[in-house]
Each structure stands twice: as C-alpha cells, then as structure tokens.
Nanobody
C-alpha cells in the first residue's frame, strides 16, 4: 500500500524560509513532485525531481525553491527561501509509481506567508 505524507508547513513572515518534507512508502517511485493550490485557484506544479535526480521548476519559484531527494529515506524535500505572501497555499506531494501508470497524492500541508 502506497503512502505519501507531507510535513513542514506552517506560518512564516515574508522573506523567511521553510522546508517541506514528503515521505513515501510502499513502492518504488520514478518521479516526485510538489504542487500547490491557493484558495480559489487551480492546483499548479511547483517542482519535480526524477529518480535520476533531474529537476524541474515552475518559473515563479526558480532561484527561491530547491527540490532534493534522500533516496535512503525515500523522502523528498522542498526548501523554500525568500517566501512571499503569494506563496500561501496548500502544498501537495505527488509520486509516480515506477513502471506503472499510477500516481499518488499526499494530504497536503498548509503554508501561510504573512506580509
């Protein structure tokens, strides 16, 4: 059974940093991704990382956010620096199962950035 659990969200002031964690278990995953959804908006891609370490970022987070992976812990991180109020959203982790057309979502973690 695949489980995806995010953690690390919270309330921070603009300009500060947060690090989100996504721990997945129950399978081998080929792609890990962070997405976010602000109130009244569609869910959008933030960053992805493949099992080979290839990363991809949305333009709005380049140079501020960094996605990384600890293979031994089966965990992916999203380091978020220079946070802005517009980064306020629920952040979700999605993993894609290796060799299968299935993906799994976590329950999300709230990030709130105050001005």
């Amino acid at each position: 059974q695949v489980q995806v659990v995010e953690s690390g969200g919270g309330l921070v002031q603009a300009g500060r940093s947060l690090r989100l964690s996504c721990a997945a278990s129950g399978s081998i995953f080929s792609i890990w991704g962070w997405y976010r959804q602000a109130p009244g908006k569609q869910r959008e891609l933030v960053a992805t990382i493949s099992s080979l370490g290839t990363t991809n970022y949305a333009d709005f987070v380049k140079a501020r956010f960094t996605i990384s992976r600890d293979s031994a812990k089966n965990t992916v991180y999203l380091q978020m620096n220079s946070l802005k109020p517009e980064d306020t959203a629920v952040y979700y982790c999605k993993v894609v199962q290796h060799g299968w057309p299935y993906d799994y979502w976590g329950q999300g973690t709230q990030v709130t950035v105050s001005s």
